[in-house]
T-cell receptor, first 114, second 112 residues
Framework: EAQVTQNPRYLITVTGKKLTVTCSQNMNHEYMSWYRQDPGLGLRQIYYSMNVEVTDKGDVPEGYKVSRKEKRNFPLILESPSPNQTSLYFC?????????????FGPGTRLTVL | GQSLEQPSEVTAVEGAIVQINCTYQTSGFYGLSWYQQHDGGAPTFLSYNALDGLEETGRFSSFLSRSDSYGYLLLQELQMKDSASYFCAVRSFTSGTYKYIFGTGTRLKVLA
C-alpha cells in the first residue's frame, strides 16, 4: 500500500530534550516536506527536500533540523524543544511534476512540549 | 509578503452547491492546489490547477485565474461527509526549488 508513515503519532516531552520524528514514504517520491499545523494558522512548511542530500528551509524553520540521507526517509529533529513547538506535525511527499501536484500526507504527529 | 486568503467558515445544506474562494499574493506562482481535511485526519489532495480554467473531478471542480490571483473550489451535490476543512495551497517556484504556502482553511458545515 502506498503510504507515508510517521512515528511517533503522539509525544509528550519536556523542554530541551532532543527528539526525532521519523517520516518514511514507499512511493519513490523525490519531494518531501514537513509542516506544522496550529489552530487558525493552517499548515506552515518547516523544511523541504527536492531530493537526497538536498534540503531547504520553509517558512518556519527555526528550532528544527532535517536530513535526507535516503530517498524514502526524511526525519525531523528538534535539538532543544520549547513549548512554542507544541503542534501537530505532518510529513508529506510527492513527485516533482510540472502539470500535477499531489502531496501525500502522513497521519500526523501530535507533539506537546512541557 | 506571501499570503493566501480564504473564508474561515461556510455552511450549506445537503444537496446544495458551495464555492470556496481563495485569493493569493505570492512570488513565483506555479499552481494552486486544494486539500480536504476531516477532524483528526490528515489533509488529502482534491485538485490542482496550473493553468487558467476549470478542472473537474467528480462532484468537485477547481478554477484558477492567474491574472486575478484567484481560484475557487466548487463542491456540488453536497453530502454530510463533505463536512471538513478545505485548504488552498500555492506551489511557488523560486531559485530552482518548489515551496508551498497553505491558506488558513475554510471549515465547511453541511446541514441535513
Amino acid at each position: 500500500e502506498a503510504q507515508v508513515t510517521q512515528n511517533p503519532r503522539y509525544l509528550i516531552t519536556v523542554t530541551g530534550k532532543k527528539l526525532t520524528v521519523t517520516c518514511s514514504q514507499n512511493m519513490n517520491h523525490e519531494y518531501m516536506s514537513w509542516y506544522r499545523q496550529d489552530p487558525g494558522l493552517g499548515l506552515r512548511q518547516i523544511y523541504y527536500s527536492m531530493n537526497v542530500e538536498v534540503t531547504d528551509k520553509g517558512d518556519v524553520p527555526e528550532g528544527y533540523k532535517v536530513s535526507r540521507k535516503e530517498k524514502r526517509n526524511f526525519p525531523l529533529i528538534l535539538e532543544s524543544p520549547s513549548p512554542n513547538q507544541t503542534s501537530l506535525y505532518f510529513c508529506a511527499s510527492s513527485y516533482i511534476q510540472r502539470d500535477k501536484d499531489e502531496q501525500f500526507f502522513g497521519p500526523g504527529t501530535r507533539l506537546t512540549v512541557l | 509578503g506571501q499570503s493566501l486568503e480564504q473564508p474561515s467558515e461556510v455552511t450549506a445544506v445537503e444537496g446544495a452547491i458551495v464555492q470556496i474562494n481563495c485569493t493569493y499574493q505570492t512570488s513565483g506562482f506555479y499552481g494552486l492546489s486544494w486539500y480536504q481535511q476531516h477532524d483528526g485526519g490528515a489533509p488529502t489532495f482534491l485538485s490542482y490547477n496550473a493553468l487558467d480554467g476549470l478542472e473537474e473531478t467528480g462532484r468537485f471542480s477547481s478554477f484558477l485565474s492567474r491574472s486575478d490571483s484567484y481560484g475557487y473550489l466548487l463542491l456540488q451535490e453536497l453530502q454530510m461527509k463533505d463536512s471538513a476543512s478545505y485548504f488552498c495551497a500555492v506551489r511557488s517556484f523560486t531559485s530552482g526549488t518548489y515551496k508551498y504556502i497553505f491558506g488558513t482553511g475554510t471549515r465547511l458545515k453541511v446541514l441535513a
